[in-house]
């Protein structure tokens, strides 16, 4: 028998509409998911000790919420119907099949929706191809160059921040002019956003297109792993390391190897990629972060510093002693031998941080 709830309990969010009558304009799943979310930031703060939770404010021109359930959407009509607002005319951006989960409504700072809808079709990933020495690509990511790869191709950084930074300075002392709170003031605070809207837009648009090419022409990509928050500590580089977005563009590289079956390897930020020579294994102690070649003195070779970076990030992730992390497939060849130790790396010296 299936037991009734006493007539005096009242769930936390029906005492809390009949305090706050304007949440009942809301849909009640839409305020589940909030407090969802809310837990879930205490539960990683109070398991990681960092990052405590922040409230979203009012006054935040991005804001979103979730629509776990009850919605419908027609391609036909070209409408989505949510819960308690209605039917919103909408341009799809492409049509799907399959089991529709949760829908994030957001809006950015210059005004525009938009609607992302998770969808399951059901399609199982990709299985992790095999790799080996001659498809695996090392990449080596910098300022002065973005990316540079093993096999002695570079990509120049585009650096769209410091190319807008001078129209931004414009746009934002004329906000800085404007009586706050009127129109004029609003309407300059827009241009400043679609500003900032461009830069962000050339920047995904180049990381992704990017990060499609390697994973399409390779089976197995390495990387390092970078203390991206640790370099913004340095003044003199912070804003040119926020451009560069290393951190989008390790994620884009993640997702997409395991979404076409391709594997990431990553190594850890202490080996010292920049200072062995990727011939003969000598470990150049004083090599500085200003120069950009140098010579081994044991074998002679001359090596440009971010191409023999990115042949060492290599060799290292093709040992299994030196990987932090495998994203796709497990090992498919048998591990290479560890690099040749030559005059400068006999006896066993603590880790260096990778220039």
Same mark, same amino acid.
């Given at each position: ?30 305020? @589940? ?17 960092? #990052? ?11 804001? &979103? ?15 989505? $119907? %949510? ?27 210059? #005004?525009?929706?938009? !609607? ?8 199982? %990933? &990709? ?24 096999? +002695? ?5 585009? /650096? ?12 934002? $002392? ?22 900032? *809207? ?12 990017? &990060? ?28 040119? !390391? ?8 390790? /994620? ?5 190897? *395991?979404?076409?079956?391709?594997? %990431?390897?990553?190594? +850890?930020?202490?080996?010292?990629? &920049? ?12 090599? /500085? ?10 074998? +002679? ?16 992730? %093709? @040992? ?13 060849? *048998? ?21």
């Amino acid at each position: 028998m299936k037991r009734r709830r006493p007539s005096s309990y009242v769930s936390g969010f029906t005492r809390n509409k009949e305090e706050y009558p304007w949440l009942t304009e809301v849909n009640s799943q839409s305020l @589940q998911s909030a407090n969802k979310n809310l837990d879930n930031a205490f539960t990683r703060f109070f398991r990681e000790k960092k #990052g405590f939770p922040r409230f979203k404010s009012k006054k935040n021109p991005v804001q &979103s919420f979730q629509v776990p359930q009850h919605y419908r959407v027609d391609f036909d009509r070209k409408q989505i $119907r %949510l819960p308690k607002i209605g039917e919103i005319k909408t341009v799809f951006h492409r049509h799907f099949d399959g089991k529709m989960k949760t829908v994030t409504v957001s809006v950015t700072s210059t #005004g525009k929706w938009f !609607i992302s809808i998770l969808v399951d079709n059901g399609e199982p %990933l &990709s299985k992790p191809a095999s790799f080996a020495a001659d498809t695996t690509l090392g990449i080596d990511v910098g300022l002065t160059n973005f990316a540079t790869f093993s096999n +002695g191709e570079k990509v120049a950084n585009p /650096r769209h921040l410091k190319n807008s930074l001078q129209r931004l300075k414009v746009l934002q $002392r004329r906000v800085s002019r404007k009586v706050k709170g009127s129109k004029n003031r609003k309407k300059a605070i827009q241009i400043v956003a679609r500003c900032h *809207e461009k830069v962000a837009n050339q920047r995904n648009d180049f990381l992704h297109k990017l &990060s499609n090419r390697i994973v399409s022409e390779n089976q197995a990509i390495a990387v390092e792993t970078l203390n991206v928050a640790g370099m913004q500590k340095n003044h003199c580089l912070a804003q040119s !390391i926020s451009d560069v977005s290393w951190s989008s563009f390790f /994620r884009m590289l993640e997702y997409k190897c *395991e979404c076409y079956g391709k594997t %990431l390897l990553t190594i +850890g930020r202490f080996d010292p990629s &920049s200072k062995i020579c990727n011939r003969c294994g000598y470990l150049n102690r004083d090599l /500085r972060l200003a120069d950009r070649e140098w010579t081994c003195p044991d074998c +002679g070779t001359h090596h440009d510093r971010d191409i023999n970076a990115a042949i060492n990030i290599k060799k290292f992730a %093709l @040992q299994d002693q030196n990987l932090v992390g495998v994203t796709g497939a497990e090992r498919a060849i *048998e591990p290479v031998d560890s690099l040749p130790l030559g005059r400068g790396m006999k006896q066993e010296a603590p880790p260096l941080r990778a220039g």
